[in-house]
T-cell receptor
C-alpha cells in the first residue's frame, strides 16, 4: 500500500463547476497536510495547508481533513481553465523530517 | 522575499559523470529538502538538511549525497550517473520542517545521455 494515494485522473470538469480532488494516507500519526499545484514543466506551488479536522477555505479553494478516515480533499469552486494542472497531496507525519507526496491528480477544466 | 533559487536550471551529462546542484533557500529558512521527480516515480524524497545536519534520508543509493552550509545554502551531488538519473531535481525550503510549509524552487532538469 502506498503511503499517500491519489487517483491519477485525468479529472475533467466544465468551466465553472466544482472540482473535487481526493487523497488518502496510511500513517495515522500524520499531522500536516498540504496541497500543491504543478503545471507541466514547472515546480510545485503551494495551494493550502491543513492541520486540524474539518474544512479550511481560501478563496475558491477548500481543503477538508478527516483524520479518522485518513482522508484529505481539495475542492476548487468555479473552476477555470487556468486551474488545469496536476494537484499533489503531501503529508508530513511529524516523526520524520520529510513530506510524502502522492502521485498527483491531473485536472482538466474544459472551457 | 526572494524565493528558492536553484542552479543550474538545465544540465546535460553523460553516464559515469558526476553532478553538483545548488539550492539557495528563502532568507531565514534553515531547512532544505531535495526531491527527485520523474514521470514514472513521481516526487521522491532524497534528503533533508537543517542547520548543516542531515536529519532524514530517502531510499536512494549512496551515490546521491548532499550537504548544507552555514548560510543554509545546500548542494546535492550525484556520482557515477546513470540514464535513470535523468529527472527534475527539486529543492524546497521551510523555516522548520515540522508543520512548516515547504516552498519549492524552479528545479534543475538533468538529462543523462
Amino acid at each position: 500500500q502506498k503511503e499517500v494515494e491519489q487517483n491519477s485522473g485525468p479529472l475533467s470538469v466544465p468551466e465553472g463547476a466544482i472540482a473535487s480532488l481526493n487523497c488518502t494516507y496510511s500513517d495515522r500519526g500524520s499531522q500536516s497536510f498540504f496541497w500543491y499545484r504543478q503545471y507541466s514543466g514547472k515546480s510545485p506551488e503551494l495551494i493550502m495547508s491543513i492541520y486540524s479536522n474539518g474544512d479550511k477555505e481560501d478563496g475558491r479553494f477548500t481543503a477538508q481533513l478527516n483524520k479518522a478516515s485518513q482522508y484529505v480533499s481539495l475542492l476548487i469552486r468555479d473552476s477555470q481553465p487556468s486551474d488545469s494542472a496536476t494537484y499533489l497531496c503531501a503529508v508530513n507525519t511529524g516523526s520524520s523530517y520529510k513530506l510524502i507526496f502522492g502521485s498527483g491528480t491531473r485536472l482538466l477544466v474544459r472551457p | 522575499k526572494a524565493g528558492v533559487t536553484q542552479t543550474p536550471r538545465y544540465l546535460i551529462k553523460t553516464r559515469g559523470q558526476q553532478v553538483t546542484l545548488s539550492c539557495s533557500p528563502i532568507s531565514g529558512h534553515r531547512s532544505v529538502s531535495w526531491y527527485q521527480q520523474t514521470p514514472g516515480q513521481g516526487l521522491q524524497f532524497l534528503f533533508e538538511y537543517f542547520s548543516e545536519t542531515q536529519r532524514n534520508k530517502g531510499n536512494f543509493p549512496g551515490r546521491f549525497s548532499g550537504r548544507q552550509f552555514s548560510n543554509s545554502r545546500s548542494e546535492m551531488n550525484a556520482s557515477t550517473l546513470e540514464l535513470g538519473d535523468s529527472a527534475l531535481y527539486l529543492c524546497a525550503s521551510s523555516y522548520a520542517l515540522d508543520r512548516a510549509t515547504q516552498y519549492f524552487g524552479p528545479g534543475t532538469r538533468l538529462l543523462v545521455l
